[in-house]
């Protein structure tokens, strides 16, 4: 199940431009409230072209485009070249995106050296835009809020900032006229008593999908599960979205089912070029150590492909997110 959650702000914007455009619905019904739906209706429909990724469907596009016409925020992450911008090109978002690692640029994009603060700024943009043309902005680099990323003071100023935007969007004014965007590169880490959750792309986790739901996904990358291959992609993958998707990506360049999940931790395998990538992240030894930490919490899968997608997927309260599949160079160390 793809998650979208609505909560309040999104934008790219840079170079002090700001874009606007039309909806072809209404703008009734607008709020700040933090709601989580499923965002993989699926129906039997080929994934759209154009993207330049197969795993970025209409189901994901209709829904975000959902949240902007009713003013509320759209939280977007997923790994660099995974159709993020291809996706907000869609939706008619294109300005150039604002960095949240640079508070001071944001507050000049978002309204101008004058204004004294960012809550400030997006209502003065509030009184620029208007119901059918609103004010868009799009913020970057949301991974900044990471103490990882930040460091512990960068983190907690970058919250603020976050903080700032959102509250802005308690007043209808700013609802009514103002669409914000933000995307980041990893999920947005729980800063204090809050969590800011991001929608993660591409992501359907087929654990949250019922049996029936599972086979007419299968079958819009071309999958027809034969007896027991479903109940064996939901124990190997189930509660891991990024791989979920990766592995019918497999089976749609001509790979089978069955290999496709046999090899999913092997170098050589459909999907080692997600495991390479997230390789990259045991860079940082915080993150290696946040990972074993999270290894012990759990009990230990009796294979090396479900223990890769087991630890993936565990982020505790207070703690950096552990990328998904960034244990992989570990278990190979471990064989």
């Keep these: 199940m793809v998650t979208l959650v609505a909560g309040g702000w999104a934008v790219e914007a840079g170079a002090r431009s700001v874009a606007s455009f039309s909806w072809r619905g209404s703008s009734h019904q607008r709020g700040r409230d933090s709601v989580s739906l499923p965002c993989m209706e699926v129906e039997e429909e080929a994934p759209l072209s154009g993207y330049g990724e197969p795993w970025l469907v209409r189901a994901v596009e209709e829904r975000a485009r959902g949240f902007l016409e009713n003013g509320r925020v759209v939280f977007l992450s997923g790994p660099r070249f995974f159709g993020k911008s291809a996706l907000l090109g869609r939706l008619g978002v294109s300005v150039a995106p604002v960095s949240l690692r640079d508070p001071a640029r944001l507050l000049y994009e978002l309204g101008g050296a004058e204004l004294a603060s960012v809550g400030e700024a997006v209502r003065h943009a509030a009184r620029r835009g208007s119901s059918e043309r609103p004010v868009v902005f799009h913020v970057t680099d949301g ?51 809050e969590a800011y959750w991001a929608m993660r792309l591409p992501e359907c986790t087929i654990g949250d999908l019922s049996a029936e739901e599972t086979r007419a996904f299968g079958r819009l990358w071309g999958v027809d599960f034969a007896v027991g291959e479903l109940e064996a992609l939901r124990d190997r993958v189930g509660g891991h979205p990024y791989l979920t998707k990766l592995l019918f990506a497999a089976v749609a360049q001509g790979h089978s089912l069955e290999r496709a999940i046999a090899t999913s931790s092997d170098d050589d395998g459909p999907l080692a070029p997600f495991f390479r990538a997230a390789w990259e992240w045991l860079r940082e030894p915080e993150l290696l150590r946040a990972a074993k930490e999270a290894v012990e919490l759990a009990q230990r899968p009796t294979t090396l492909a479900t223990f890769a997608l087991a630890v993936g997927g565990i982020v505790r309260p207070g703690s950096p997110p552990v990328p998904y599949g960034a244990v992989a160079d570990w278990i190979r160390r471990l064989r």
Excluded at 150 to 171: K, P
């Design 143 to 193: 991974q900044a809020m990471s103490p990882f990323e930040s460091g512990e003071d960068g983190a907690r100023a970058r919250g603020e900032v976050l903080g700032q935007l959102l509250g802005a969007f308690d007043e209808p004014e700013v609802r009514a006229h103002v669409r914000l965007v933000v995307t980041s590169h990893i999920p947005f880490v729980e800063l204090g008593s």
